[in-house]
């Protein structure tokens, strides 16, 4: 199976400590989006890359959050000094560029604590 | 900001019957799509219907779009336990790229 894998699937961490999550897309995907879900709410977009360039970014991602896709294949979403409220599922998904008709493969998602 | 918003919230039926739920949206969208989760499997895609079609059909899946009403109905027949899971409703608003997912409809089959 090929489909978009996410590390790590769980990470607890104390506030005020960085954490650093990867994502690999599919292969032939060169379209790639970072969301955040929380407990009873669907997924919230933060951003997206279309090969290594982040062409859009929610106004939910504060400065503590940096996403990186350096060779347009994998990423990382970093968050600096995290907070209680940082608690959520990051999901990454990836799609191919058809234009505005498309759908999007999510990966499993990495489930992070903040004690 | 979440876009869509799915109506019910949660869902109960029996093995067999059939499972509606109903999503709205704001603005003007090129796609619209639905998605379900559940804990096994995380987030997987099952259909998209675009902004000139009304009416889709995959495997038991129906959905109708009406962008007159700004609205979205999945119909899921003959549901199976497997069907338990929290669907979701997603659009692209007019930037083709970002997903506003509603808060999504708990469906329980019971067998």
């Known amino acids: 199976d090929t489909g978009v894998s996410q590390d790590p699937r769980h990470k607890i961490t104390k506030r005020g400590q960085n954490v650093t999550f990867r994502c690999d897309p599919i292969s032939e995907h060169n379209r790639l989006y970072w969301y955040r879900q929380t407990l009873g709410q669907g997924p919230e977009f933060l951003t997206y890359?279309?090969?290594?360039?982040?062409?859009?970014k929610s106004r939910l991602l504060s400065d503590r959050f940096s996403a990186e896709r350096p060779k347009g294949s994998f990423s990382t979403l970093e968050i600096q000094r995290t907070e209680q409220g940082d608690s959520a599922m990051y999901l990454c998904?990836?799609?191919?560029?058809?234009?505005?008709?498309?759908?999007?493969?999510f990966g499993p998602g990495t489930r992070l604590t903040v004690t | 900001s979440q876009q869509g918003e799915e109506d019910p919230q949660a869902l109960s039926i029996q093995e067999g019957e059939n499972a509606t739920m109903n999503c709205s949206y704001k603005?003007?969208?090129?796609?619209l799509q639905w998605y379900r989760q559940n804990s096994g499997r995380g987030l997987v895609h099952l259909i998209l219907?675009?902004?000139?079609?009304r009416e889709k059909h995959s495997g038991r899946l129906r959905v109708t779009l009406d962008t007159s009403k700004k609205s979205s109905s999945l119909l899921i027949t003959a549901s199976r336990a497997a069907d338990t899971a929290s669907y979701f409703c997603a659009t692209d608003e007019n930037s083709g790229y970002a997903l506003n997912f509603g808060k999504g409809t708990s469906l329980l089959v019971t067998p």
């Open positions: 890359f279309q090969n290594e360039a982040q062409l859009e």
């Open positions: 603005t003007s969208i090129n796609n």
């Open positions: 219907i675009r902004s000139n079609e």
């Open positions: 998904a990836s799609s191919r560029a058809q234009g505005f008709s498309y759908e999007q493969y």
